[in-house]
Protein backbone atom coordinates (compact mmCIF):
# COMPACT_ATOMS: atom_id res chain seq x y z
CA UNK A 1 0.00 0.00 0.00
CA UNK A 2 1.20 3.25 -0.81
CA UNK A 3 1.49 6.14 1.57
CA UNK A 4 0.34 8.98 -0.67
CA UNK A 5 -3.51 9.22 -1.49
CA UNK A 6 -3.59 10.60 -5.34
CA UNK A 7 -5.13 13.77 -4.06
CA UNK A 8 -2.19 15.01 -2.03
CA UNK A 9 -0.08 13.64 -4.48
CA UNK A 10 -1.77 16.37 -6.27
CA UNK A 11 -2.10 18.91 -4.09
CA UNK A 12 1.54 18.47 -3.55
CA UNK A 13 2.68 19.45 -6.55
CA UNK A 14 1.08 22.74 -5.89
CA UNK A 15 2.95 23.66 -2.94
CA UNK A 16 6.40 24.09 -1.81
CA UNK A 17 8.52 23.80 1.49
CA UNK A 18 9.58 27.03 2.77
CA UNK A 19 12.87 28.94 4.24
CA UNK A 20 13.07 32.10 6.03
CA UNK A 21 16.75 32.29 4.94
CA UNK A 22 17.53 33.04 1.30
CA UNK A 23 18.69 30.26 -0.69
CA UNK A 24 22.54 29.87 -1.19
CA UNK A 25 23.08 26.69 -3.08
CA UNK A 26 25.78 25.89 -5.82
CA UNK A 27 22.75 24.26 -8.59
CA UNK A 28 20.29 25.68 -9.96
CA UNK A 29 16.83 25.18 -8.90
CA UNK A 30 13.37 26.61 -8.63
CA UNK A 31 14.58 28.85 -5.17
CA UNK A 32 14.98 32.69 -5.58
CA UNK A 33 18.65 33.29 -4.10
CA UNK A 34 20.11 36.11 -2.52
CA UNK A 35 22.96 36.57 -5.05
CA UNK A 36 22.50 37.37 -8.51
CA UNK A 37 22.73 35.23 -11.60
CA UNK A 38 21.89 34.27 -15.11
CA UNK A 39 18.15 33.48 -14.66
CA UNK A 40 15.75 34.71 -17.05
CA UNK A 41 13.65 37.03 -14.23
CA UNK A 42 14.92 40.40 -14.64
CA UNK A 43 15.80 42.05 -11.21
CA UNK A 44 16.79 45.60 -11.46
CA UNK A 45 19.58 47.94 -12.76
CA UNK A 46 22.83 48.55 -11.41
CA UNK A 47 25.67 50.91 -12.46
CA UNK A 48 28.36 50.12 -14.77
CA UNK A 49 32.16 49.53 -13.31
CA UNK A 50 35.31 48.90 -14.97
CA UNK A 51 35.86 44.81 -15.53
CA UNK A 52 32.29 44.28 -15.93
CA UNK A 53 31.19 42.59 -18.98
CA UNK A 54 30.08 44.80 -21.61
CA UNK A 55 27.59 42.67 -23.44
CA UNK A 56 25.49 42.95 -20.48
CA UNK A 57 24.97 46.70 -20.82
CA UNK A 58 21.38 47.68 -21.54
CA UNK A 59 21.78 49.90 -24.52
CA UNK A 60 18.19 50.75 -24.48
CA UNK A 61 18.22 52.60 -21.33
CA UNK A 62 21.96 54.14 -21.90
CA UNK A 63 19.92 55.73 -25.01
CA UNK A 64 17.25 57.69 -23.03
CA UNK A 65 20.14 58.62 -19.89
CA UNK A 66 23.51 58.82 -21.79
CA UNK A 67 24.69 56.39 -18.82
CA UNK A 68 25.78 52.79 -18.84
CA UNK A 69 23.60 50.38 -16.84
CA UNK A 70 23.84 47.05 -16.27
CA UNK A 71 21.07 44.64 -15.92
CA UNK A 72 20.68 42.03 -13.23
CA UNK A 73 18.42 38.88 -12.93
CA UNK A 74 17.58 36.35 -10.09
CA UNK A 75 19.88 33.61 -9.87
CA UNK A 76 17.85 30.51 -9.64
CA UNK A 77 19.48 28.27 -6.76
CA UNK A 78 18.14 24.72 -5.47
CA UNK A 79 17.31 23.92 -1.97
CA UNK A 80 19.22 21.23 -0.05
CA UNK A 81 16.50 19.07 1.88
CA UNK A 82 17.25 16.70 4.79
CA UNK A 83 14.59 14.76 6.63
CA UNK A 84 15.69 12.67 9.25
CA UNK A 85 12.68 9.90 10.18
CA UNK A 86 12.99 8.26 14.07
CA UNK A 87 13.12 4.59 13.82
CA UNK A 88 13.67 4.11 17.26
CA UNK A 89 11.15 1.29 18.44
CA UNK A 90 8.94 3.27 20.58
CA UNK A 91 7.53 4.60 16.89
CA UNK A 92 6.01 1.54 15.75
CA UNK A 93 3.51 1.36 18.66
CA UNK A 94 1.18 1.25 17.31
CA UNK A 95 1.12 1.02 13.98
CA UNK A 96 -0.58 4.20 12.73
CA UNK A 97 1.92 6.17 14.03
CA UNK A 98 4.60 4.73 11.92
CA UNK A 99 2.59 5.20 9.32
CA UNK A 100 1.73 8.86 10.13
CA UNK A 101 5.17 9.35 10.39
CA UNK A 102 6.36 7.78 7.30
CA UNK A 103 3.68 9.96 5.04
CA UNK A 104 4.80 13.29 6.43
CA UNK A 105 7.96 12.26 4.59
CA UNK A 106 7.15 11.19 1.75
CA UNK A 107 4.75 14.13 1.42
CA UNK A 108 7.33 16.56 2.13
CA UNK A 109 10.21 14.94 0.14
CA UNK A 110 7.60 14.72 -2.74
CA UNK A 111 6.93 18.28 -2.54
CA UNK A 112 10.35 18.99 -2.94
CA UNK A 113 11.26 16.86 -5.45
CA UNK A 114 9.03 18.11 -7.84
CA UNK A 115 9.84 21.90 -6.83
CA UNK A 116 13.85 20.29 -8.24
CA UNK A 117 15.21 20.63 -4.62
CA UNK A 118 17.72 18.12 -3.72
CA UNK A 119 16.29 16.08 -0.99
CA UNK A 120 18.43 13.24 1.41
CA UNK A 121 16.06 10.71 3.99
CA UNK A 122 17.92 9.63 6.37
CA UNK A 123 16.28 7.05 8.37
CA UNK A 124 18.17 7.17 11.32
CA UNK A 125 18.61 4.48 14.13
CA UNK A 126 17.26 1.58 11.63
CA UNK A 127 20.65 0.43 10.18
CA UNK A 128 19.02 0.69 6.26
CA UNK A 129 20.34 2.44 3.50
CA UNK A 130 19.56 6.28 3.27
CA UNK A 131 17.77 7.98 0.99
CA UNK A 132 20.51 10.59 -0.21
CA UNK A 133 21.01 13.21 -2.52
CA UNK A 134 18.36 13.02 -5.17
CA UNK A 135 16.81 15.92 -7.23
CA UNK A 136 14.07 16.01 -10.00
CA UNK A 137 10.81 14.60 -10.20
CA UNK A 138 12.11 11.46 -11.57
CA UNK A 139 12.92 10.55 -7.98
CA UNK A 140 9.54 11.32 -6.36
CA UNK A 141 7.98 8.07 -7.28
CA UNK A 142 11.26 5.96 -6.08
CA UNK A 143 10.89 8.03 -2.53
CA UNK A 144 7.44 7.59 -1.54
CA UNK A 145 7.99 3.53 -2.66
CA UNK A 146 11.20 3.57 -0.46
CA UNK A 147 9.37 5.47 2.64
CA UNK A 148 6.91 2.82 2.16
CA UNK A 149 9.16 -0.52 1.92
CA UNK A 150 11.32 1.35 4.93
CA UNK A 151 10.83 -0.96 8.19
CA UNK A 152 12.87 -1.04 11.93
CA UNK A 153 14.61 -3.72 12.41
CA UNK A 154 14.90 -5.50 15.87
CA UNK A 155 17.56 -4.36 17.04
CA UNK A 156 16.84 -0.31 16.29
CA UNK A 157 19.39 2.25 17.68
CA UNK A 158 18.55 5.29 19.84
CA UNK A 159 17.68 7.45 17.57
CA UNK A 160 18.52 11.12 19.05
CA UNK A 161 22.17 9.80 20.24
CA UNK A 162 22.57 8.08 16.22
CA UNK A 163 21.54 11.45 14.86
CA UNK A 164 24.06 13.81 16.67
CA UNK A 165 26.89 11.80 14.82
CA UNK A 166 25.37 13.01 11.52
CA UNK A 167 26.86 15.86 10.26
CA UNK A 168 25.69 18.50 7.49
CA UNK A 169 27.78 20.44 5.28
CA UNK A 170 25.55 22.38 3.65
CA UNK A 171 23.67 24.92 4.80
CA UNK A 172 19.69 23.62 4.04
CA UNK A 173 16.57 23.21 5.53
CA UNK A 174 16.38 19.88 7.84
CA UNK A 175 12.41 18.39 9.15
CA UNK A 176 13.10 16.05 11.93
CA UNK A 177 10.57 13.27 12.06
CA UNK A 178 10.42 12.05 15.81
CA UNK A 179 7.78 11.29 18.87
CA UNK A 180 11.13 12.90 21.09
CA UNK A 181 10.38 10.04 23.62
CA UNK A 182 14.10 10.06 24.52
CA UNK A 183 15.89 11.98 27.18
CA UNK A 184 15.51 16.09 27.06
CA UNK A 185 19.50 16.28 27.21
CA UNK A 186 20.36 13.77 24.82
CA UNK A 187 17.96 15.73 22.16
CA UNK A 188 18.93 19.36 22.77
CA UNK A 189 22.84 17.89 22.30
CA UNK A 190 21.60 16.60 18.77
CA UNK A 191 19.77 20.03 18.20
CA UNK A 192 23.43 22.10 19.18
CA UNK A 193 25.21 20.10 17.17
CA UNK A 194 22.94 20.21 13.85
CA UNK A 195 22.64 24.09 14.07
CA UNK A 196 26.70 24.56 14.51
CA UNK A 197 25.92 23.35 10.59
CA UNK A 198 24.16 26.61 9.83
CA UNK A 199 20.66 24.11 9.37
CA UNK A 200 17.15 26.06 9.69
CA UNK A 201 15.87 22.82 11.55
CA UNK A 202 12.15 21.85 11.95
CA UNK A 203 10.51 19.17 14.30
CA UNK A 204 7.30 17.42 13.48
CA UNK A 205 6.47 15.55 16.80
CA UNK A 206 4.20 12.34 16.19
CA UNK A 207 2.51 11.33 19.13
CA UNK A 208 -0.55 8.58 19.20
CA UNK A 209 -3.85 9.42 20.65
CA UNK A 210 -3.20 6.73 23.52
CA UNK A 211 0.48 8.88 24.49
CA UNK A 212 -1.44 12.50 24.46
CA UNK A 213 -4.58 10.98 26.75
CA UNK A 214 -4.05 7.69 28.24
CA UNK A 215 -7.15 5.55 28.32
CA UNK A 216 -6.09 2.27 30.03
CA UNK A 217 -7.23 1.46 33.69
CA UNK A 218 -6.97 -0.96 35.85
CA UNK A 219 -4.05 -3.82 36.75
CA UNK A 220 -1.75 -4.14 33.60
CA UNK A 221 1.44 -5.53 32.48
CA UNK A 222 3.21 -3.24 30.15
CA UNK A 223 6.53 -3.54 28.48
CA UNK A 224 8.95 -0.78 27.72
CA UNK A 225 9.42 -0.76 23.86
CA UNK A 226 12.74 0.19 23.69
CA UNK A 227 14.54 -1.77 26.33
CA UNK A 228 11.43 -4.87 26.29
CA UNK A 229 11.41 -5.08 30.37
CA UNK A 230 7.86 -6.01 31.94
CA UNK A 231 6.21 -3.98 34.41
CA UNK A 232 3.63 -4.67 36.76
CA UNK A 233 1.50 -1.30 36.79
CA UNK A 234 -1.65 -0.19 38.29
CA UNK A 235 -3.52 2.52 36.72
CA UNK A 236 -5.69 4.85 38.51
CA UNK A 237 -7.15 8.28 37.76
CA UNK A 238 -3.95 9.80 39.99
CA UNK A 239 -1.49 7.81 37.83
CA UNK A 240 -2.91 8.80 34.75
CA UNK A 241 -3.00 12.56 35.60
CA UNK A 242 0.44 12.17 36.75
CA UNK A 243 1.90 11.00 33.14
CA UNK A 244 -0.15 13.88 31.41
CA UNK A 245 2.29 16.01 33.58
CA UNK A 246 5.35 14.39 32.89
CA UNK A 247 4.91 14.32 29.34
CA UNK A 248 3.80 17.80 28.83
CA UNK A 249 6.65 19.10 30.81
CA UNK A 250 9.11 16.96 29.02
CA UNK A 251 7.18 19.03 25.63
CA UNK A 252 6.86 22.22 27.23
CA UNK A 253 11.20 22.26 28.06
CA UNK A 254 11.49 20.99 24.31
CA UNK A 255 9.22 23.27 22.55
CA UNK A 256 10.71 26.38 25.11
CA UNK A 257 14.52 25.13 23.72
CA UNK A 258 13.50 25.25 20.30
CA UNK A 259 11.98 28.72 20.74
CA UNK A 260 14.76 30.28 22.27
CA UNK A 261 16.76 28.71 19.38
CA UNK A 262 14.70 29.53 16.41
CA UNK A 263 13.82 25.75 15.75
CA UNK A 264 10.22 25.09 14.78
CA UNK A 265 8.05 22.99 16.36
CA UNK A 266 4.75 21.03 15.86
CA UNK A 267 3.25 18.64 17.63
CA UNK A 268 0.67 16.45 15.96
CA UNK A 269 -1.45 12.96 16.83
CA UNK A 270 -1.18 10.17 14.58
CA UNK A 271 -4.61 10.41 14.26
CA UNK A 272 -5.04 13.49 12.45
CA UNK A 273 -5.21 13.61 8.86
CA UNK A 274 -2.22 14.15 7.20
CA UNK A 275 -3.66 16.46 4.75
CA UNK A 276 -4.80 18.23 7.26
CA UNK A 277 -1.30 18.87 8.94
CA UNK A 278 0.60 19.65 6.11
CA UNK A 279 -1.78 21.75 4.45
CA UNK A 280 -2.93 23.01 7.72
CA UNK A 281 -1.06 22.86 10.58
CA UNK A 282 2.14 22.87 8.75
CA UNK A 283 1.33 26.11 5.99
CA UNK A 284 -0.32 27.86 9.33
CA UNK A 285 3.15 27.83 10.79
CA UNK A 286 4.52 29.44 7.55
CA UNK A 287 6.42 25.99 6.69
CA UNK A 288 4.51 25.15 3.64
CA UNK A 289 3.09 27.64 0.76
Not at 4 to 15: D, E, V
Not at 36 to 64: C, H, K, M
Not at 222 to 233: A, I, Q
Amino acid sequence: MMLLSPRILQRSTKHALVMRKSVRGMHKGERRSSKQGTSLEFSDFRTYVPGDDPRLIDWNAFARTQKHYIKRYLDEQELFVTIYLDCSKSMMIPAAKWEMAKSLAACLGYMSLVHDDRVSVYPAGSGAPSFLHKKGRAFAGRLVTYLTELKIPAGSETFWRRLAEIQQKRNGLTLIISDLLEPVEHIKEALKRMQASRQEIRIVQVLSPDELKPSFHGDLKLVDSESKEPREVSISRKVLHEYEERLQAHNNELERFCRERGIGYLQCSSAQPLEELVFSSMAGKGWVM
